[in-house]
């Protein structure tokens, strides 16, 4: 299956995207929370194991054997898996699983909305754009020293951390007293801060390396 099948398997994460695109860009705060498509709304709650293994058939109904996991987090409201590139080291794109349904999607935002690759701008998507794959011009370092002012503007003592970076932007888990207190993403060319306001607390990562 090519980049069209990965978009229509995930386009129920569109939705999502554009409820919290309002409250997620520059002008989030860490706190804040979102429930809905991707949140946990009945008592049950799958393991971290059934999260793994959800994320894992989602990709190999993609058929393409160059993604893989390289990161699995769960958060009061959902998992989240970071999806990487075994060729490149580059990361692919973003997913949500549902803690009850063991429903996975595209996450909402950054990943739909910034992802030159496989988002919704990249080749063979929806909106019909070629793949820009080439280099951001907003670099690794400057996107750490926007999203360290962006953290010391709302002040708690957070930490920015080293980014993930995707095609088109680069993801920040970052840091309170080195634990894990949220996430946010860095456009790759204009250095705008989106939120991901959706996750809520912190609870436990996986790491699977390459």
Known sequence: MGQRTLLT???VGILASFLIGAIGIASGAPGLTMTGLFGSSSGSTISMDKAQQSVQSFLDRTGNSDLHIDELMEFDQNFYALIKERSSGIGAFELLVNKSSATVGFEPGPDMMWNTKYGMMGGGGMMGFRP????MTVSTDQAA???QSWLDARGGGYSAGTPDAFYGYYTF????????AGMFSVN?????????????GFIQARDFGA
Request: aromatic residues 16%; glycine residues 20%.
């Open 173 to 180: 888990h970052f840091e309170r007293n080195g634990e894990i």
């Open 188 to 200: 790759g060319y204009s250095g705008q801060v989106w939120f991901h306001s959706w996750h809520g």
């Open 145 to 147: 020293r926007i999203a």
């Open 9 to 11: 398997v995930g386009i």
């Open 132 to 135: 820009s794959t080439g280099t």
